[in-house]
């Protein structure tokens, strides 16, 4: 059963009637999940499902968006902690990788996700389901939807007051690396590529060959996504801002003990010979913000 506060006069975050609408969408998305499962041992499904659903029931009274700053502040974060500065938030603002599931592969997916947690727990779960719509595995849809956080092309984006966490200018040639403590499991590393020349070389180092490397590039009306692996050539003057994530591709299922990974980033000018890769995807720059 759900008992539900009939006073919502003291909680912040919206007009009374709006907290209970999306605080009933978000319990009683809870008791529909323990109906499949109640001792799942990844939290993060249950409350980034919920959070999701408030977006779904009720989108103009969501409480869902105010989450997403904290999801954004801390990207290098392993995916599904709940030992984050904001108290367990972050899996609450991980409610987007929801909604990149949703959109990909229809709102069934959500819901044959939980229908494989009530036989499986955490992402193994999550590797059944995408098996069953595609060949994506695990690291590479979180690696697509950390490139769409960066290009916050979510309907609700314009709520969101968050741009990603810049790690760092790089503006010469050179080595360089993370200005924090690098990256877990999953996480990600953004950093604006500001450079005179027209083609560089850029190459991840020093990571014993366990990190992926993409570039995004934002021009006009759209962000491409360009898949670079251990490093390629990329032309940052073709573009209005143009971006490189460093992406943690290695992933278990202890969410409890996660492992910060080192890495620096070689940049060089490139001889122009070698021409650089194409986009592999690309999101709606619609509500892209530049990354502060």
């Not at 009374?16 to 109640?38: K, S």
């Not at 997403?68 to 409610?95: H, K, M, N, R």
């Not at 503006?171 to 450079?195: M, P």
């Not at 934002?218 to 940052?236: N, T």
Request: some cysteine; aromatic content about 14%; charged content about 20%.
């Amino acid at each position: 059963y759900l008992v539900v506060e009939n006073d919502f006069m003291d909680v912040d975050g919206g007009t009374p009637i709006q907290l209970l609408r999306a605080t009933v969408a978000h319990e009683f998305n809870h008791l529909v999940q323990f109906g499949y499962d109640t001792d799942e041992p990844h939290n993060w499904v249950f409350e980034a499902t919920s959070t999701y659903m408030e977006t779904i029931t009720f989108p103009e009274d969501q409480d869902a968006t105010g989450y997403v700053s904290t999801a954004y502040q801390y990207p290098e974060l392993c995916f599904g902690t709940i030992d984050d500065p904001g108290f367990g938030a972050v899996q609450y603002g991980e409610w987007t990788a929801i909604a990149a599931m949703a959109d990909a592969y229809g709102q069934t997916f959500v819901r044959d996700l939980w229908r494989n947690l009530a036989h499986l727990d955490g992402f193994a779960a999550l590797e059944a389901t995408l098996a069953a719509y595609g060949s994506q595995t695990v690291p590479e849809f979180i690696a697509m939807q950390r490139t769409r956080n960066l290009a916050r092309d979510y309907d609700l984006a314009p709520l969101f007051d968050a741009t990603v966490w810049l790690e760092e200018v790089i503006n010469d040639t050179g080595r360089w690396t993370y200005t924090g403590e690098g990256i877990q499991e999953l996480g990600a590393n953004y950093f604006s590529l500001a450079l005179d020349g027209d083609f560089y070389d850029v190459r991840l180092i020093n990571d014993d060959g366990a990190l992926i490397l993409y570039a995004l590039g934002v021009d006009g009306e759209q962000v491409d996504v360009i898949s670079l692996g251990r490093g390629g050539v990329v032309e940052p003057a073709r573009y209005d801002n143009f971006y490189l994530m460093v992406f943690n591709p290695v992933y278990d299922e202890n969410l409890s003990d996660c492992v910060y990974y080192d890495y620096q980033i070689d940049v060089t000018e490139s001889d122009g010979k070698t021409t650089p890769a194409d986009p592999t995807l690309s999101w709606s720059a619609r509500y892209f913000e530049a990354l502060r």
